[in-house]
Nanobody
Framework: QEQLVESGGGLVQAGGSLRLSCAVS????????IGWFRQAPGKEREFVAA????????YYGDSVKGRFTISRDNAKNTVDLQMNALKPEDTAVYYC???????????????WGQGTQVTVSS
């Protein structure tokens, strides 16, 4: 089972940018879809973005499309999430996760990181 560790969260003003990084341990990163999810207090976990095995295919949740970009570097075992034009409603704990299929459903992702907090002030 892969282990994932997120970094890069923090406090930013609305309209600003942050870049999150997910470090994936193990030798099998090239066999996993890696996704980002987020969860705000009192809300369900929400799909943000994912990149399939080669990173060529990426897909996004509707609320972040056009503002966030996911990229992966299998040689470095990392998957990054560039977040631009941030809004207060983007405030949440962000998690990266690994799955053996291309999915946007949390239940399909078997390995999860511990999460990193992103706070966007208005």
């Amino acid at each position: 089972q892969e282990q994932l560790v997120e970094s890069g969260g923090g406090l930013v003003q609305a309209g600003g940018s942050l870049r999150l990084s997910c470090a994936v341990s193990g030798d099998a990163i090239g066999t996993y879809t890696i996704g980002w999810f987020r969860q705000a207090p009192g809300k369900e976990r929400e799909f943000v973005a994912a990149a399939t095995v080669t990173g060529i295919t990426t897909y996004y949740g509707d609320s972040v499309k056009g503002r966030f970009t996911i990229s992966r570097d299998n040689a470095k075992n990392t998957v990054d999430l560039q977040m631009n034009a941030l809004k207060p409603e983007d405030t949440a704990v962000y998690y990266c996760a690994a799955a053996h299929l291309a999915s946007r459903y949390a239940a399909d992702f078997g390995s999860w990181g511990q999460g990193t907090q992103v706070t966007v002030s208005s």
